[in-house]
């Protein structure tokens, strides 16, 4: 018997007060050596299909991250203290 994945399953690891590393798209800097940034999430975001620094093609969660330094973007914008960031470049921090 074929168990039916739970699509909020994967979603159940985001939430407001999650520490997150913010994965950043190298694609159009490949050779970058800053970091990618470590926050909070603070709130949620609205299922579109944009970001704040990186576009989607696809409809998903997007979480308002709070950053714990400010952040200076691949591209050379900022220092952004927050941004609007799609879950699929979240990824859960660590326990210290």
Not at 2 to 23: L, N, T
Not at 41 to 61: D, K, Q, W
Not at 66 to 95: I, M, Y
Request: charged residues 25%; proline residues 8%; without cysteine.
């Amino acid at each position: 018997m074929w168990k039916k994945r739970d699509s909020a399953a994967k979603s159940s690891v985001f939430g407001v007060g999650v520490q997150v590393i913010v994965r950043l798209d190298r694609a159009r800097f490949p050779y970058s050596l800053i970091d990618d940034p470590i926050g909070v999430i603070v709130a949620p975001g609205e299922l579109t299909g944009s970001s704040f620094y990186v576009p989607t093609t696809v409809r998903e969660a997007v979480w308002e991250v709070q950053f714990d330094e400010p952040f200076a973007g691949l591209d050379g914008s900022g220092p952004h203290a927050s941004a609007k960031v799609p879950e699929s470049h979240l990824e859960a921090a660590p326990e210290a």
